[in-house]
Each structure stands twice: as C-alpha cells, then as structure tokens.
C-alpha cells in the first residue's frame, strides 16, 4: 500500500512538473501571430479619381499594411507618377493617417496599394473598398 500510494505522489508530481515547465517555456503571443494582418483586402474599380506620387521610392504594397509585419512591397513609386484610384480602405497608419488606396500605375499597369500620405486623393471623393 505504501509503495502504491508513492508511485502515485511520484506521477502526481512528474505531472505537475511537466505542466509547469511547459507552461514557462511557452512562447509568449505576439501582435503578430495573435491578430496578424491580412495583406488579401477585398477591392473593385469603384472610383474614377488620379492623382500623383509625392515622394520618391514610395512602396507599393500587396496590401494597405506596411513595417516589419506589414505587406510585400512589390514596386516603387517615383514622385510625380500618375496613379488611378480604385478604392480606398483602412490600414497600417502612416503618420497618423491609416486610409490606403487601391491603385493602378499608369506608366505600367501595375496594381497594388499605397499609403493616402504620399497621394493627393480624397477618401470623400472616392469609395470605400
């Protein structure tokens, strides 16, 4: 009965040892793996604005989201480039100002997604994604 009653105190405790170790070495939850941010936003040709690029090698992202978690930057922007609206949506802040616009590239083509700092377009004027 003794031996019994110390096998069990000896699992008993391997148990709650284990349960505490794992508890201490697990990984802490960080902003990004616990809401990451979506780089897949949803976007339609709603708007019929243009306007230029203010600034030079401004990024254009696959989504309105930039930093070190923030989209794949899959161009560069050259100040005065002409560039179509097709909608705007909100995104990572870029000093304080989180709307991001869905864009076109005249000179190529290309589509992707810029911060509304560096364009001169107007969220009133054009629509929501």
């Known amino acids: 009965m003794r031996f019994r009653?110390?096998?069990v105190r000896v699992v008993l405790a391997g148990?709650?040892?284990?349960?505490?170790?794992?508890?201490?070495t697990a990984a802490?939850?960080?902003?990004?793996?616990?809401?990451a941010l979506s780089c897949s936003h949803s976007w339609s040709n709603k708007s019929a604005q243009?306007?230029?690029?203010?600034?030079?090698g401004v990024n254009l992202?696959?989504?309105p989201h930039?930093?070190?978690?923030?989209?794949?930057?899959?161009?560069q922007l050259q100040d005065h480039e002409l560039l179509y609206a097709h909608c705007w949506?909100?995104?990572t802040p870029?000093?304080?100002?989180r709307a991001w616009w869905h864009v076109r590239r005249a000179v190529n083509s290309q589509n992707g997604w810029v911060s509304n700092e560096y364009t001169w377009f107007t969220t009133n004027n054009g629509s929501h994604c």
């Open 5 to 7: 009653s110390r096998v």
């Open 15 to 24: 148990t709650l040892l284990a349960g505490a170790l794992a508890a201490t």
């Open 28 to 35: 802490p939850a960080t902003a990004s793996s616990a809401g």
């Open 50 to 56: 243009e306007s230029y690029v203010y600034g030079t």
């Open 61 to 63: 992202r696959s989504g």
């Open 66 to 75: 930039s930093g070190s978690d923030g989209c794949r930057i899959i161009g």
């Open 89 to 91: 949506d909100t995104g």
């Open 94 to 97: 870029v000093n304080g100002d």
